[in-house]
Structures are given as C-alpha cells and as structure tokens.
C-alpha cells in the first residue's frame, strides 16, 4: 500500500484580517502637542506580541509621540526610531531609558544613521491629503509638492528603511483613509507606493471598542522585507 504524502506544514500567520482593540489613550500628551497625531498602545502591544519576542530590536522610522517606542520599551524589546521634529524627539527621548537610540534626523536618511538590523518595524507616516500641495515629508518643500510626490517620498523612505532591517522581518503600516469633499484612499494608495518596495502580507482592519463615533476602525498595512 503506497504511502500517503505529506502535506507542507502552512506558516502560522502574524497578522489576522479583522481585529478588535481598546481605545485608549494611555500617556499623556506634551503641552505643545496634542494625542491626535498618535494611535492607542494596545495596537502596538498586539503586533509586538504577536511578531516579536523580547529583547528584538523595534524600530519606528516616524516615531511622533514615541507610541511604538514606549510599548517597545514596556516589552522588554529595545526601541529604536527617527522623528524629524526636534521638540517631539527631546520629549521622548526624555522618557525612554535607551534615549540614544532615538535620533532626530530624517527618515529618508535611515540607513545612514548607523543603527543595528532590526527585528520588526511599526509606524504610521505623517497624512497627507491628494488634493493639497504642501508635503509633509518635505515641509512644504515646493520642489516636492503635490500627492504624487508625497507617495514617491514614501517609497524612497521604505526603500531606505528596508536597509537596516533583518531578511524577513515585518514592517507594519498605520494609514486611515481620509473623508471629506475630495476622498484620499491612503491606505491603498500607500500600500502601492510601499508595495514597490516591500512584499504587502495582509491589511489588518482594527475595530476599536470604546473610540469616539469618528474613530470606529483604523488600518494596518503589514508587509515583509
């Protein structure tokens, strides 16, 4: 009797299609700044818990208010991140015990900032809408105005990114799709422009329990290196 082939073993999924979360805002803000610009620490504790292990590297190439950072830090993973803004980096890097290893510079710099491979990256760029000028990436730079250049921006930052981290590790994304008048599909459109660079593994949707009425879910880009 002839015998029965196995089957391949299937790799376990990091991601799942649909989740739910807590909305919560747990640290304060600084007194120049407000929460809005950042997202709810359960996200980065579910990705983390689910993607890394302790004592991996975490890196946030956007680190804004230093979300992804302290949740690192909390986890006992070692954070690592860029924030341009010069009062944003001194605030959280007045927080975190390995304040050295956020850097205030330019993530289309990443590479040249000698930082270690890392393990796992999470971030959520700074918006913009596809029917302004000003590009946030650039400050408004009008050599790189328009959407278009915004998105060209972010798959030379991805590219650059992709050099500091380790052969298959995962780079998630947060992006919301903006309403209004004129309708900005950001999330598809950074997952094509990021998708240039990166292998695009799945789009977690986030449901948030207990989020104000025009907050009730939010998007996760999950690609691979």
């Not at 980096?89 to 290893?101: I, K």
């Not at 993530?107 to 990256?121: H, R, T």
Request: hydrophobic content about 40%.
């Amino acid at each position: 009797m002839a015998r029965a082939r196995s089957q391949p073993r299937r790799r376990a999924s990091i991601a799942e299609p649909f989740v739910t979360l807590p909305y919560a805002l747990e640290r304060e803000a600084p007194p120049f700044e407000g929460n809005d610009i950042k997202y709810p620490e359960s996200l980065v504790r579910h990705f983390l818990g689910r993607c890394t292990k302790p004592g991996d590297k975490v890196f946030d190439p956007f680190a804004g208010l230093g979300t992804t950072l302290f949740v690192a830090e909390e986890m006992g993973r070692m954070p690592f991140g860029i924030e341009h803004d010069t009062r944003r980096q001194e605030w959280v890097a007045g927080q975190l015990a390995h304040w050295t290893n956020l850097v205030n510079g330019d993530a289309v710099k990443a590479a040249s900032y000698g930082f270690p491979k890392m393990d796992f990256a999470m971030t959520s760029p700074p918006y913009m809408l596809r029917h302004h000028t000003w590009n946030p990436l650039r400050e408004g730079n009008r050599a790189h105005a328009g959407y278009g250049a915004y998105l060209r921006d972010m798959e030379c930052i991805f590219r650059e990114v992709v050099r500091i981290m380790k052969r298959g590790s995962f780079i998630v994304v947060h992006a919301d799709n903006i309403p209004g008048r004129t309708f900005t599909p950001l999330v598809r459109d950074l997952s094509l422009a990021i998708g240039l660079v990166l292998r695009l593994e799945m789009e977690t949707v986030v449901a948030w329990k207990g989020a104000p009425a025009d907050c009730r879910h939010t998007h996760c880009l999950v690609f691979r290196v």
